[in-house]
């Protein structure tokens, strides 16, 4: 059953920047490319993480965020740019809620065949992308985090590429996992 799509798909390399009177490097700033990738177990080609404590690995290989979400930040938050990748993500995918999405669904994007294993928890690097101290906080507040994919196979995706679910998982909600984080 086809519940989505993807709009854009962005890779990144670690860059080193000065925030807050220190350096920091991140792979938060990713660009969209144009044409088909490869996707392996640790990701998509192209991509590399900066800090394999907290982002990437097995678990981590790609991440994911709703379009649908872009307009809300627009409202809420409109002294910011936004542009697909603004918030450091692999794939921009629309028609996916993140109240539908289950821990352990299995998608086929192109040829991949990816699992949803958990959200992402927002670190302090959202407030260098947007050069903004206080992101990180508001995004922890929206409870709009999006989710994290494993790769099962490997293959090529590419933009525009619908989003085929092939099981569902029986794992709580992304967003009742992201509400519980919250409320502590």
């Not at 854009?8 to 670690?14: T, V």
């Not at 959202?126 to 999006?146: C, E, I």
């Amino acid at each position: 059953m086809i519940i989505g799509k993807v709009l854009s798909i962005q890779i990144g390399q670690p860059t080193t920047v000065r925030y807050g009177g220190r350096l920091v490097t991140t792979s938060i700033f990713k660009e969209p490319v144009d044409g088909p990738v490869s996707v392996g177990q640790l990701g998509i080609e192209g991509d590399t993480q900066s800090d394999l404590n907290v982002h990437g690995g097995v678990n981590k290989a790609v991440y994911a965020y709703s379009y649908e979400y872009y307009q809300w930040w627009k409202e809420q938050y409109p002294q910011f740019e936004y542009s697909y990748g603004a918030f450091g993500e692999n794939l921009t995918i629309s028609g996916i809620k993140e109240s539908e999405t289950n821990l352990g669904d299995t998608y086929k994007i192109g040829t991949v065949v990816m699992q949803v294993t958990q959200p992402r928890s927002p670190c302090f690097k959202l407030g260098v992308k947007f050069n903004d101290p206080k992101m990180t906080a508001y995004f922890y507040g929206s409870q709009k985090f999006g989710f994290y994919l494993k790769v099962l196979e490997e293959g090529i995706i590419k933009p525009d590429d619908e989003i085929e679910l092939l099981s569902k998982g029986t794992g709580r909600s992304i967003a009742q996992i992201v509400e519980a984080q919250v409320s502590f």
